[in-house]
């Protein structure tokens, strides 16, 4: 079974700080995998995806993750926070054919001035 | 805007009632998804339709039940509601594609007093 986890529940950064937050998966396979942000109230929206290729992914907001398959890794990078960044961020799993997505449990980003 | 829309955005109720939410997909979209959030289970599953059939469920609670309509938006029905049902509701659809790309609506949050 696919399964995902993210390491840090809560992360706080000072504004223009670099950011990355880990995300590690476990699936058999080669997996889909996302990057979600939820802002307070609000739904999910996809930063960034990975499904095959280039291992580094550039996504919206300036965000960037890298897939390591050797360490089952797929951590969330941004050179530099801003305070609008502040919000929920999820990592998923997902696979080819199979309509599931697991989501792991977030890390919760707090941005400080 | 995702495209995909949920209503009500807000919902009280007394326990033991029965409450029916609903989400519209994105145009096109032939599957929806349904997903509870809470503040100690984070995201959980709890079921999959696709073009009108149940695909997958997850950790769908026997009172809750769920269907997708001919024009293909969605209803999820609780039941004999308790004080834990009190959640964040999130309905997500995406495109019949080996490529699990899920647009999620801005949720209904279910008060349940």
């Known amino acids: 079974a696919q399964s995902v986890t993210q390491p840090d529940i809560h992360i706080t950064v000072s504004e223009g700080a670099s950011l990355e937050l880990r995300c590690n998966y476990s699936?058999?396979?080669?997996?889909?995998l996302f990057w979600y942000v939820q802002s307070p109230g609000q739904g999910l929206q996809l930063l960034l995806k990975?499904?095959?290729?280039?291992?580094l992914v550039q996504g919206i907001k300036g965000f960037e993750a890298e897939f390591k398959r050797s360490q089952s890794s797929f951590n969330l990078r941004k050179p530099s926070v801003h305070w609008s960044d502040a919000a929920e961020y999820f990592c998923a799993v997902g696979a080819r054919g199979y309509q599931k997505v697991t989501f792991g449990i977030g890390t919760k980003l707090q941005v400080i001035p | 805007d995702s495209g995909v829309t949920q209503t009500p955005k807000h919902l009280i109720t007394a326990t033991g009632q029965r409450v029916t939410l609903r989400c519209s997909p994105r145009?096109?979209?032939?599957?929806v998804y349904w997903y509870q959030q809470s503040l100690d289970q984070g995201l959980q599953f709890l079921i999959h339709y696709y073009n009108g059939e149940e695909r997958a469920k997850g950790n769908i609670l026997e009172r809750f039940s769920a269907q997708q309509f001919p024009d293909l938006h969605s209803e999820l029905n609780l039941s004999s509601l308790e004080l834990g049902d009190s959640a964040l509701y999130f309905c997500?659809?995406?495109?019949?594609?080996?490529?699990?790309?899920?647009?999620f609506g801005a949720g209904t949050r279910l008060s349940v007093l």
């Open positions: 145009s096109g979209d032939l599957s």
């Open positions: 997500a659809s995406s495109a019949d594609s080996e490529i699990n790309i899920q647009y």
């Open positions: 990975y499904f095959s290729g280039d291992t």
């Open positions: 699936y058999g396979a080669t997996p889909y």
